[in-house]
Each structure stands twice: as C-alpha cells, then as structure tokens.
C-alpha cells in the first residue's frame, strides 16, 4: 500500500506554486520522502514543491503543473533529489526515485531498532543514497520514534493486564491514545 493517498480534488491552476496548500493536506504536513513533519522540521516555509519527474528535464516539461507530479517536501530532500533523475540504463537496472503515492516503502526497506533504513531493493539503495534518508538527524529522529512507540505498546499492554474491564482500563486506553495522537503529530509515521 503506498504511503501517501492523495485526497485533495483541486482546481487546476497554471501556476505551480499555487498547490502549495493543497499538497501540505494530502501529504498531512510531512515531507513525501523522509516523512518529517512540520512540527519536527520547522514552518511551511521550511518546505517546498518538488516535481517528482523533475521540471528541468525536457522529457517532462509538460509536468510542470501537473498536481500529480507535485510533492510537498522538505528542504533537504528537495535540494538532494534536485533535477536528478536516473538514467534509463540505471532504471532498467532497478535504481530509482521510489514514488511514495504509488511505492510501499516497507517493500523496498525497513527500519532498525537504531533508526537507520535498511534497503532491501535497489531502488531503496538509489533513494537513501540520493536523498540522505540515513544522514544522522534522520537517525535519530526514527530511533527515538521507535523507542517511544515500544513504550506506548508496553503501556498499552499492561492496562490490559492489570485493569480489564474498568473504568481506570477506559480512562487509560484514552490517554495512551491521546499519546499516540501527540506522537504522531510530532513524529510522523514511521513507515
């Protein structure tokens, strides 16, 4: 299942830049391509357009305001993926941009308890490569999600065992999914 579902119908506009708003809803306030949210990165001003095929390329010059080629990404990644596009030679050979509206990361790598990206494809190469999805703050930012993720689900499991059936179980099933909630918002999925 790809990551990202586009849910936005919007007017068609000649002027890229005017999908801003919609791409920072259909892609729920996170870059396409590491995932940071806004809460973690900084403002919307921190973020940007990308042509997935990029609009520098005459092959896909057509594109330029094409809402479906349009990404809302992070700077970084932007400034890494640029007007790079893979060679024919290196796409025949399985190197590419994986497109996260149409792409299941978690078929192309997993994430370590240490909150690297291992790659299973070579497309997955490509991209951590390209796009630095393994540089140190990136890391980070996944160990520490997955840390508290395993707290949240040790949590979880032990209203479960200690108050079953009561109002204290209701009222903390609440809280643990007030905290999911949070945690979500200021982490993003984590693939």
């Known amino acids: 299942m790809p990551r990202i579902r ?63 080629n349009l990404y809302y990404a992070c700077q970084d990644c932007n400034r890494h993926k640029g007007k790079t596009w893979p060679a024919p030679q290196l796409r025949a050979d399985g190197f590419r941009f994986l497109d996260p509206c149409k792409d299941d990361y978690n078929e192309h790598w997993r994430v370590r308890p240490s909150g690297e990206i291992e790659a299973f494809t070579r497309a997955a190469e490509y991209m951590i490569g390209r796009l630095g999805l393994n540089c140190a703050y990136l890391i980070d930012w996944r160990r520490k999600k997955g840390s508290l993720i395993a707290y949240i689900e040790r949590l979880e499991r032990l209203i479960h065992v200690l108050t079953p059936g009561t109002q204290e179980h209701n009222d903390t099933s609440e809280f643990v999914q007030h905290l999911r909630l949070q945690l979500g918002d200021e982490y993003g999925d984590l693939w």
């Open 6 to 68: 586009r849910k936005q119908r919007p007017p068609v506009l000649a002027e890229y830049r005017k999908y801003k708003p919609y791409l920072r809803i259909d892609f729920q306030y996170r870059c396409a391509y590491c995932h940071i949210p806004e809460l973690r990165y900084g403002p919307p001003g921190n973020y940007s357009i990308d042509h997935f095929r990029p609009k520098s390329r005459p092959e896909f010059s057509h594109l330029v305001s094409r809402y479906a």
